[in-house]
């Protein structure tokens, strides 16, 4: 326990299936309580939510082929704070609404919102002449709408809401000798990328 109930958890289990296969499980947890006032809306900003997490499992069908397999994730629900307002909207005096430190008069809670997960396979197989065969294909995909308000010197009260979503798809291919072989390694690499940001001021 830390300042403003801050509070960590981490925790990571490995589990030995077989001979030929094992898992291994991690997580983490970050909580801690905000300490910036919004008087408007009663709650307090500059929060702290965030769970990751992350699973891998490793399968060794013969001692030439082997397979890695992953998923990890992260989900973050912050109430966030850029800066604390000097002044009122056009800058001629000091806020008369949260003139304390710590303390924002905003109509709403700025909130950072972020869900990311992610996908991996390794194939890798190693013929008898010393010869590579390896195959990464992966997949992620982020989800991080945000909703913020601003006060600046001289300039009017803005508010902003951001929403974006990616998705992107890297795939690799290579072949490969033995270091010791003359022939040169060969790779091919691909990646598909999709990323949606629509957003409103």
């Given at each position: 326990?830390?300042?403003?109930?801050?509070?960590?958890?981490?925790?990571?289990?490995?589990?030995?299936?077989?001979?030929?296969?094992?898992?291994?499980?991690?997580?983490?947890?970050?909580?801690?309580?905000?300490?910036?006032?919004?008087?408007?809306?009663?709650?307090?900003?500059d929060?702290?939510?965030?769970?990751?997490?992350?699973?891998?499992?490793?399968?060794?069908?013969?001692?030439?082929?082997?397979?890695?397999?992953?998923?990890?994730?992260?989900?973050?629900?912050?109430?966030?704070?850029?800066?604390?307002?000097?002044?009122d909207?056009?800058?001629?005096?000091i806020?008369?609404f949260?003139?304390?430190p710590?303390?924002?008069?905003?109509?709403?809670?700025?909130?950072?919102?972020?869900?990311?997960?992610?996908?991996?396979?390794?194939?890798?197989?190693e013929?008898?002449?010393?010869?590579t065969?390896?195959?990464i294909?992966?997949?992620?995909?982020?989800?991080?709408?945000?909703?913020?308000?601003?006060?600046?010197?001289?300039?009017?009260?803005?508010?902003?809401?951001?929403?974006?979503?990616?998705?992107?798809?890297?795939?690799?291919?290579?072949?490969?000798?033995?270091?010791?072989?003359?022939?040169?390694?060969?790779?091919?690499?691909?990646?598909?990328?999709?990323?949606?940001?629509?957003?409103?001021?």
């Amino acid at each position: 326990m830390g300042n403003y109930n801050l509070r960590e958890f981490q925790g990571m289990l490995n589990v030995p299936i077989s001979d030929k296969v094992a898992a291994k499980v991690s997580v983490s947890k970050t909580d801690r309580d905000g300490y910036i006032d919004n008087i408007t809306t009663g709650n307090e900003l500059d929060t702290k939510d965030v769970l990751a997490y992350r699973a891998q499992l490793r399968i060794q069908p013969t001692d030439q082929f082997e397979i890695n397999l992953a998923y990890d994730g992260l989900s973050a629900d912050n109430k966030i704070l850029v800066g604390e307002p000097l002044t009122d909207p056009y800058g001629v005096m000091i806020t008369p609404f949260a003139p304390k430190p710590r303390q924002v008069a905003f109509d709403f809670d700025p909130t950072e919102k972020r869900d990311v997960s992610g996908a991996m396979m390794d194939l890798n197989y190693e013929f008898a002449n010393g010869f590579t065969v390896k195959s990464i294909t992966g997949y992620r995909n982020t989800d991080a709408p945000t909703a913020m308000r601003q006060t600046m010197r001289r300039s009017p009260l803005s508010s902003s809401i951001t929403a974006m979503t990616s998705n992107s798809s890297p795939r690799s291919f290579r072949s490969s000798r033995h270091p010791m072989a003359r022939s040169p390694t060969w790779v091919a690499f691909t990646i598909t990328n999709k990323t949606q940001t629509p957003y409103a001021m």
